[in-house]
């Protein structure tokens, strides 16, 4: 990694609104999604309206936090230069068993290793006092 790469930080997610609330669960190890209190349907990213059936009534839910890899990229050149460094990547969509799909990241396995189907499991990595965001390691 370069030093001009290193002094760039990296983009975090704005915690407003849902999405705050979201990451604020993240902060304290809780993996939740946002359930339709009128229809029962899971979604994300959070968002105050229901696709199914319009409702604006909704809660957080607690997920068990395991998925399966449902597709994943490799990057080898980074779009941002805060990742510059860490190339090879992969970005990881993992879906749930609740019907939710999340953009992720795989840790402890070199990209060339992830398949698709494999199980994973949440953890969390904190990049700042306020950010914590999902990982997944395989199960
Ligand atoms: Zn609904």
Do not use: N
């Not at 068993?97 to 396995?109: A, K």
């Amino acid at each position: 990694m370069s030093d001009k790469a290193a002094s760039i930080p990296r983009p975090l997610p704005k915690l407003e609104g849902a999405t705050g609330q979201f990451y604020d669960w993240c902060r304290k190890g809780e993996l939740r999604f946002q359930r339709c209190t009128s229809c029962g349907t899971f979604r994300h990213p959070p968002r105050e309206l229901c696709a199914e059936c319009r409702s604006f009534d909704w809660e957080w839910t607690r997920s068990p936090g395991e998925g399966t890899v449902f597709t994943y990229t490799i990057v080898e050149r980074a779009l941002h230069p805060a990742f510059a460094g860490a190339t090879p990547y992969a970005a990881v969509v993992v879906e749930f068993p609740e019907g939710v799909r999340l953009l992720s990241r795989i840790v402890g396995l070199a990209p060339a290793e992830i398949r698709i189907g494999m199980p994973v499991r949440v953890d969390f990595e904190a990049f700042s006092e306020t950010v914590t965001v999902p990982v997944f390691r395989l199960r």
